[in-house]
């Protein structure tokens, strides 16, 4: 990834965990060369998800913000019963 925003690095970031869960139920003494095909795979798999899952809940999160935010623009206002005609 080049250059990646900050979003991306803290979805990267939360792939930490899961990543460093899965490595510790297969043997973290292991090199990484001693690990089968379907354990790098499911090793894939788990960083992939956190990242992504990361990704939507952020992405969710902003829409809502942004959601809230026109919707408050967008409203009928109020208007004042003693002004000016």
Do not use: C, N, W
Not at 34 to 46: C, H, I, N, Q, T
Request: proline residues 6%.
């Amino acid at each position: 990834m080049i250059d990646p925003s900050e979003m991306e690095l803290a979805a990267m970031r939360s792939a930490l965990a899961p990543l460093g869960d899965y490595v510790a139920s297969i043997g973290m003494t292991r090199p990484l060369a001693d690990y089968g095909k379907a354990e790098v795979l499911r090793l894939v798999e788990v960083v992939v998800d956190a990242y992504q899952a990361h990704m939507l809940l952020e992405h969710e999160r902003l829409a809502a913000k942004e959601r809230a935010y026109f919707e408050t623009r967008l409203s009928p206002r109020p208007t004042s019963s003693g002004g000016m005609r």
